[in-house]
């Protein structure tokens, strides 16, 4: 049980600074005028509408890959939330009224607002527009998340007009987030991965972009209850535990790809050894003596440690203090 | 502090949600809609979508190829994806997704409903897991929780001299198989209350590797994988312009149909009656969490979100007999089950403000608590069904940790931007001797274009952590060596860069480059972890020549070493191990699309090596340890063919090379090692060639 002593002395320390920040922040926040951003929307609101509405859009925008937001949820003009249910294409692409008509030439046709990575518009009022309606969605943990605060656009990940989103299917939803995550794209082809690769398992299954405020934005709280989702089995709470198991998996696994069984960090007897110096086998320095034609030995090969104390994530067995059994 | 911190909490929200509704304002627009007819729109109506079916054909057998894929056997397979919409009238619409429907590895996701009204899912989802398909056994009940060693079979002192063993050895595949079931159904936010509930039922069946000691010899095996899991999330969420708030509940209850794992001891009894033995397999155990986000935007000038979640794991499986061996008496255990429970707190704060149009301010808090009430009694020991040993009281661990950090982040403009911040994270464990540790860490972050197309993101980290030096465990229970200190609470310097280039000539090509570097140094451990170095640089490409091609190459390199010392004396560090991993990956591919308005290519290539050095210096001359190898290479082609818009043909060819050195399997039949029988399983190796034929149909 934790020691109360403890968490009041914590509290007393964090409580009050918390407090305080917290007050102090918003009270700032809310005396200062409104941010360029927040100007700059006032003053669209002003550009006209198109007459026609789609229609007006489609004579030019033709192609299937624009057209198959039809197929999406966004096209759905039956549910009064969706862009088509309400200003259709400059619901999201705002006022354009200018830019169907007819520009002199060598004159620059008036833009339409934009999405992505190579649109001339700020991340922050790109994102405004789809957060305006996903505040359900996004909204929760989004603002001052890392996607965020690295300028991510929502469009850089979402693919609007896909009938399918490739972001939402996933098979195909590692390789949007390999655009930035390259380290993790290499770790996934190690020997030894989750089946990324293989998509059986998709990034989102551990990782919530949008809702988490967890560490590495986790779909569970901690990291041993996300990986408890599809491990119930080392949950126990077993009778003997095994300190760094119930602590934290990423002790000893490396989630994303290891080069050794089990996603181990490194494999026993050295990975064992990091926190194990009993006097006898524990604390021997094993070489290449024990390997096959010399003196292949139990605490070199195989499962190393494992062979014997297999119960490595904790045991119920009264006799198992040594996770024999 | 619970209380006080609650207590804030609440009134501050309560604050904040009077003054969001106040500030509300309805930002609609009046704007002329009544010529937008939306003539032009193609609404789809009805069933749409595509089928992918045919023939598939694997070359050689592999249960590393097909670990996940279910392409683990030479042979044919039947090869069938398929993706449909239904459409109805009123916002009506069903999705189906079908993929690896021919294989033991399906998936089936039908979700649909009226939109905006309600959505009903049903998945199905089968994953397997081949890990071994060249492991034998003399056991007969492989899969079953009671191993038998064959009649007459003869016990002898070390594997060499079991006399039946080859007789005896048959293939026992190693691997499992999960199949999963949900149902959810969700009411989204159609006015502010959003409500969701989705059941899931895991089965997961087949065999593990496993170890089972008598002392000094020890035996492999396959131990059962017959697990039932169900899964439980219910949420309803309020959602208001400026707020929301989301109330969770998620269940998990686990059951396995196999409490214990008994086996005959193929080993001469070292001690009367250990003739077998008997390991527990996981406990039943369940997981209850309620939970409580929201977040409130103060306009567009500060957000502030927070979570708390409340768990409890329980576990009370009545125990086990201590051992199965009939000659040992074993005095009485204190209880009869563990009665185990641990309670856990996690909870998460973000405040954000602008503070100024360029400058923002976040803080952050986490907190962190397993409160682990389990009993701690003392338990007569019986060791490995062989002895009766010490008694030892089991010690739960708990644990508390908080994290505070503070950033600012300021943008000159939409290029260049800088960003820095602090973080502090106080962490408490209540084991052994209590180690506390306390890290600071700070870190910049800058981001400017150094060219016009060009642009550089360079950060650094430092962090120092401090805290008790010494192993949490008392060394006159566990008879560590006192000079051993743990590395998750060691004391710990940790420093990290990264740097990130994108360069973006043109429109159509980009190129990118990053380096990252962690390098940890646990400079007063004597024994134990002392340093660790990891480091990644990745080169990339990619090239759009036209709209429907594209080309991609890129390349890794990353490295994991770690250092560590030990005595095998029992005092001064005496051996010194150092692993290095160094793995290399890249790949190089394309796609175009619609040449001649029909035809659809694609091709990639990949190559992943990897490199595991381990060294134990002991400053004396001993044989070393050869190097972990593995090596990938994959070239997929695919060739699509339109014949009509609905109808055409596909061809995909993949060829994988795998090789691999373990030094710790290969070479090691079940009798290499005199007191370990093993399961003869080694690295594998493998070539295999996969072609599909298949017939795409569009609907």
């Given at each position: 049980m ?65 057209q ?11 549910d ?17 009224g ?9 004159a ?9 990575s ?43 007009h ?6 939402l ?35 989102s ?7 988490s ?14 990986c408890y ?39 026993p ?24 034609g ?32 | 502090?619970?209380t ?62 097909g ?9 044919a ?15 009506r ?57 064959p009649t ?28 999963r ?52 999330d ?28 008994t ?17 527990t ?17 103060f306009?567009?000038r ?7 979640a ?37 909870a998460n ?21 397993r ?45 260049r ?20 540790t306390?890290?600071?860490t700070?870190w ?23 805290g ?10 566990s ?26 000539p ?12 962690t ?24 090239f ?51 040449i ?22 002991t ?13 990938r ?38 009798d ?21 034929l ?6």
């Amino acid at each position: 049980m934790i020691d109360k002593t403890l968490s009041r002395r914590t509290g007393i320390r964090v409580v009050p600074g918390v407090a305080l920040l917290l007050v102090g922040l918003i009270l700032l926040a809310l005396t200062l005028p409104a941010s360029a951003a927040e100007n700059g929307q006032g003053k669209e609101s002003h550009a006209q509408y198109s007459r026609r509405g789609a229609d007006t859009c489609l004579k030019c925008h033709d192609s299937d890959h624009i057209q198959s937001i039809f197929r999406t949820p966004h096209g759905e003009q039956a549910d009064s939330r969706t862009p088509f249910a309400k200003l259709q294409c400059e619901t999201c692409h705002g006022p354009a009224g200018d830019h169907p008509k007819r520009v002199m030439p060598g004159a620059k046709r008036p833009p339409i607002f934009t999405f992505g990575s190579d649109a001339p518009y700020p991340v922050e009022k790109q994102n405004e527009v789809c957060l305006g309606c996903h505040k359900e969605q996004a909204g929760m943990a989004w603002p001052g998340g890392v996607h965020n605060q690295a300028g991510v656009a929502c469009a850089d990940c979402h693919t609007v007009h896909a009938a399918h989103d490739p972001v939402l299917a996933k098979d195909r939803q590692p390789n949007v987030c390999y655009t930035c995550h390259k380290t993790q794209r290499a770790e996934f082809q190690r020997a030894y991965a989750h089946p990324v690769r293989s998509g059986q398992l998709a990034c989102s299954d551990c990782h919530k972009p949008h809702k988490s405020l967890s560490v590495a934005l986790l779909a569970q709280p901690s990291v041993n209850e996300t990986c408890y989702t599809c491990h119930a089995e080392k949950r126990g709470p077993f009778l003997w535990e095994h300190p760094p198991a119930a602590e934290d998996c990423t002790l000893c696994h490396q989630p994303h790809g290891s080069n050794h069984r089990f996603l181990l960090s490194k494999t026993p007897p050295l990975l064992c050894q990091d926190c194990h110096s009993r006097a006898g086998h524990p604390s021997v320095a094993y070489s290449g003596r024990g390997l096959p034609g010399n003196q292949p030995s139990q605490f070199v090969l195989s499962g190393s440690c494992t062979n014997c104390h297999s119960r490595v994530h904790g045991s119920n067995s009264p006799s198992g203090a040594e996770l024999f059994r | 502090m619970k209380t006080h911190l609650t207590a804030r909490v609440l009134l501050a929200l309560t604050m904040l949600a009077w003054g969001a509704y106040a500030m509300a304002a309805d930002q609609g627009e009046d704007v002329d809609t009544s010529h937008w007819q939306c003539r032009f729109c193609p609404f789809p109506s009805g069933a749409v979508g595509h089928v992918e079916a045919g023939p598939g054909y694997v070359s050689d057998d592999s249960a590393k190829y097909g670990a996940y894929s279910d392409l683990d056997e030479k042979g044919a397979f039947l090869s069938l994806d398929a993706d449909a919409t239904y459409y109805g009238e009123g916002a009506r619409r069903w999705d189906m997704t079908v993929r690896d429907l021919g294989l033991e590895n399906r998936y089936i996701d039908i979700t649909g409903g009226t939109q905006g009204a309600y959505q009903l899912s049903l998945t199905y989802d089968e994953i397997v897991h081949h890990v071994a398909d060249d492991t034998q056994t003399p056991f007969s009940g492989s899969g079953d929780g009671d191993l038998t060693l064959p009649t007459g079979w003869q016990r002898a002192p070390t594997t060499q001299g079991m006399t039946s063993l080859d007789g005896s050895l048959h293939e026992k595949d190693i691997d499992s198989k999960r199949q999963r079931v949900g149902i959810g159904v969700k009411i989204p936010d159609q006015g502010h209350w959003t409500y969701s509930v989705k059941a899931q039922h895991e089965r997961r069946d087949g065999t593990k590797m496993t170890g089972g000691a008598f002392l000094n010899t020890s035996t492999l095996m396959a131990e059962p994988v017959d697990y039932d899991t169900d899964r439980l999330d219910a949420n309803i969420g309020y959602q208001a312009e400026d707020w929301q708030l989301k109330l969770a509940y998620l269940g998990s209850f686990f059951s396995n149909r196999h409490d214990t794992l008994t086996w005959d001891n193929p080993f001469t009894a070292v001690t009367a009656g250990a003739d077998r033995g008997q390991m527990t397999l996981p406990p039943d155990n369940q997981f209850h969490q309620i939970s409580l986000s929201g977040n409130y935007r103060f306009g567009r000038r500060a957000s502030f979100a927070a979570d708390v979640a409340v768990g409890r794991m329980l576990q009370n499986q009545d125990f086990e007999a201590s051992t199965v061996n009939s000659q040992i008496a074993v005095p009485a255990l204190p209880r009869g089950s563990a009665n185990a429970e641990v309670n856990t707190l996690n909870a998460n704060a973000r405040l954000v403000a602008s503070l100024a149009p360029r400058l923002s301010m976040t803080w952050k808090f986490r907190a962190d608590r397993r409160d682990n009430n389990t009993p701690s009694d003392a338990y007569p020991q019986v060791v490995a069904d062989s002895f009766l040993g010490v008694t030892r009281t089991n010690e739960p661990l708990s644990y508390s940790r908080y994290t505070s950090g503070l950033r600012g982040d300021y943008r000159f403009d939409a290029g260049r931007r800088v960003a820095a911040g602090v973080d502090y994270t106080y962490y408490h464990r209540n084991f052994g001797s209590d180690p506390l540790t306390r890290e600071y860490t700070g870190w910049g972050e800058v981001r400017m274009p150094i060219a016009d197309a060009a642009e550089v993101t360079l950060k650094y980290s430092h962090g120092e952590r401090t805290g008790s030096n010494q192993s949490p465990e008392s060394p006159a229970v566990s008879q560590q060596n006192p000079r051993m200190t743990w590395y998750d609470i060691a004391d710990r310097t940790r420093n990290r860069v990264r740097a990130a280039v994108n360069v973006s000539p043109s429109a159509r090509v980009t190129l990118s480059a990053i380096a990252e570097r962690t390098k940890d140094d646990y400079g007063d451990t004597e024994i134990g972890r002392t340093q660790v170095f990891q480091d990644s640089y990745t080169l990339e490409l990619s090239f759009v020549p036209a709209e429907d091609s594209s080309l991609y190459a890129y390349i890794t390199r990353a490295r994991y070493d770690t250092k560590q010392a030990n005595s095998q004396t029992y005092s001064n560090p005496d051996w010194m191990g150092i692993t290095r991993d160094t793995y290399w990956t890249g790949a190089v591919g394309g796609q175009v699309k619609g040449i001649a308005e029909r035809v659809d290519l694609s091709a990639d290539l990949s190559y992943t090596h990897s490199l595991g050095a381990t060294s134990v210096d002991t400053g004396a001359p001993e044989p070393e340890f050869p190097d972990y190898r593995s090596g990938r290479f994959t070239a997929q082609v695919r060739g699509d063919y339109a014949w009509s818009k609905s109808l055409g043909v596909g061809l995909t060819t993949i060829y994988e090379h795998y090789n691999s050195k373990d030094w710790q399997r290969d070479n090691v039949s079940p009798d290499t090692i005199p007191h370990l029988l093993t399961m003869g399983d080694a690295s594998p190796d493998y070539n295999v060639v996969v072609t599909v034929l298949t017939m795409n149909y569009k609907f």
